[in-house]
């Protein structure tokens, strides 16, 4: 992927930045290109070899269109429950190391779930953090709405969220113990007709 002088640009786990310049140099008598990336949220300046822009999930930033893809995404139910800690902190790492936003919002998500029922631990804490002010800064860089704003959008999303969530587990739940009284009738009702034959 190649990016211009002034793109918006999404570096995994720095967040948003935009590309100043676009240069080459020679390190070690070997001549690359670099992005020279302005980080919006502490200023700093980074440099991305143009050749190691995969490697790293350098990646533009979203569009509007895909802002509203991801507030559906937010708040449609669905949401990943590891029980076991190991492979939870796993996959989430892994899916923080994408870059992808949807993958960042999967974080969310789950980890914002887990925290109403107990307490994260100190890393699975930062990393829930660390997704949601990537999340809240990419949305709002690209719909220019204030962090505060687009905080409020997202936390309801999360409650939509939730409550779908809450409603399908009532729902599943409830048709397991229909299906367990329905076996149980079943089982009731089988003996009693083979004694009704019997006599």
Known sequence: MTFQVGDKVIYPNHGLGIVERI??????????GFFHLRIVSNDTTVLVPVANV?????????????VER??????????DNHQNWK???????????TGSIYDMADVLKSLTFLSKSKSLSFREKRMLDRAKALIISEISEVI???ALAVEERVDQALEKCFVLKARNM????SRSKITKTVK???VVAVPRRAAARAS
């Open 23 to 32: 240069e080459e140099k020679t390190i070690l008598g070997t001549t690359c």
């Open 54 to 66: 995969d490697g790293v999930g350098l990646r533009k930033a979203i569009t509007d269109d895909e």
């Open 70 to 79: 991801l507030f559906t995404l937010l708040s449609d139910g669905k949401i």
């Open 87 to 97: 492979g939870r902190f796993k996959d989430n790492s892994d899916k923080m190391r």
């Open 144 to 146: 220019r709405e204030k």
């Open 170 to 173: 009532a729902r599943t739940a």
């Open 184 to 186: 149980a009738v079943a």
